[in-house]
């Protein structure tokens, strides 16, 4: 049987009203109440890396993901959810509620820090890795109760130097790998990550809290590695190519009802990224499967089953997870969210040709035409304001509270900290020791997992710089690549993009950029190479 819990008093700050998330009457209400309980609900927000919309069975994948399905299955699936499209960016606005780095954006608060507040036991075990304006306040070690946390990148088999390029820390303090068990040889890490998670699980109780686990995965960003057995699994499985396992996710997609009936599949495209190099040989071009020679086809289906052995292997853990959470007896009042952190990724990060992927001694990356498969029906990748780059799944599954279903309503990552703060029964502070917060730029998103609706955002925001910049304003959005002139579409039409309209509606996309450029003067916003795309005008002009 659970430990009872208590409250933790909360720490001495000004509290003002959660910005247009309206937390004191949602919590009035105790969502919570119809899973049994009058008490707020344990929450675990496992994040994916770099896995695009149709990475995972309930949205279209042949990739096996019994566990994540059977969330989405007895869960809500969301259809409009967006990210910033790059792991830094997406990972700064989930923890502060920010699209950008704004005005006291150096006084902002963090989930963890604000659920601490309510009197929760927090947790984090994963990557960390945030923009440059961050401050230290909102790292893990300042912010969660226990963590295991290394930043940014490490390949997923300890190197054979035993050299980690950013090392793993504990509670703040470096960690070798000799010293962190393994449950099952050898040290992999997707699966070492869940071994601290389930460990961090057992000790919660002992809080007499709530918990909140943040379990942010590195799968599938590269390095392609994944164990052999996994691989086995799926080897030989793409030898029928990019092109048809894309037209078999379509329409796996459209019976799922993951996408618009109208939904067109958009052409394959390659990686036009000009700002992201090297430019190797065909890894960013697209080029039809029936052309390449057989040695070709046999390499890029060991990739393509690398990577899908990976995402395989990641269901497993999160498997591990929730068998946890029934071994606790906290699943009945559990929240437990899933997403990415942008789409499907193209860049060739590889270190060595001669040494196929998988392996520990290998270092390799999946092809353009590989990722495009993964944010099928999308156009472009990570990074791209189009929508294989910020838009991607979501799931959230709450026994008794949650109904099964789609959800077609637009959200953003920007719009989780409210959620939780609504569960914890708390108000985002107006200010910390005198010294203002920046507004949220999300809104609660319990009205929609309680089966009802809420205003769509005024605004959402995406995409990794001005370069790659997206704004959508109700069904409209404009979009950038590669810093040239503004697109404008209709997703309500067009969700894939196909039909460019800023040229037969100039005044449309005007109004358009105006909005934006309005929100970054009401903001206070600094918006990366802004100047770069949008020079200021000269006072003699």
Known sequence: MAHA??????????????????????????????AGTDEPPNVVLIMADDLGFSDIGSYGSEIATPNLDRLADAGLRFTQFYNMAKCETTRTSLMTGLFAEKRHAENARSIPELLRVAGYHTVMVGKEHFGKWVPEHVFAKRTFDRSLVYWTINPYFAPPDGQWTNPFALDGQEIATEEMPVSSPPFYKTDVLTDYALRFLDEAPRSRKPFF??????????????REEDIALYRGRYREGWDRVRAERFSRMRKLGVIPPHARLS?????????????????????PWNRLEDDEKDALDLEMAVFAAMVHRLDLNVGRVLAK???????????????????????????????????????????????????????????????????THFLAHWPGVIRPGLCRSP???????????????????????????????GRSLLPLFRGGSRPDPEILIAGFTERFRMVRIGDRKIVRVNAEPWELYDLAKDPTELENLARERPDELAGMVAAYRRWIREQGAEMPLLDEVDPPTSPST
């Open 325 to 391: 959470l029934e071994e606790m007896g906290e699943r009945g009042r559990t929240l437990v969210l899933f997403l990415s952190d942008n789409g499907s990724c193209p860049y060739d990060s590889n270190r060595d040709f001669t040494i196929p992927p998988g392996g520990p001694a290998s270092y390799r990356t999946l092809s353009a035409a590989w990722a495009n498969v993964g944010n099928t029906p999308y156009r472009f990748y990570k990074q791209y304001g189009h929508e294989g780059g910020p838009h």
């Open 411 to 441: 959200a953003h990552v920007v719009d989780l900290l409210p959620t939780l703060l609504d569960l914890a029964r708390a108000e985002y502070p107006a200010s910390v020791e005198d010294a203002p917060t920046p507004l949220l730029d």
């Open 267 to 287: 052409p394959p495209e390659d990686n036009i990224n000009r700002f992201r190099g090297p430019y190797r040989g065909d890894i960013y071009h697209y080029r």
């Open 213 to 226: 686990l943040y379990l942010p995965y590195h799968v599938g960003h590269y390095p392609l590695q994944a």
């Open 5 to 34: 819990r208590s409250r933790a008093p909360g720490f001495l700050i000004t509290v003002g009203l959660l910005v247009a998330g309206g937390s004191g009457a949602q919590a009035a209400e105790r969502p919570w109440s119809a």
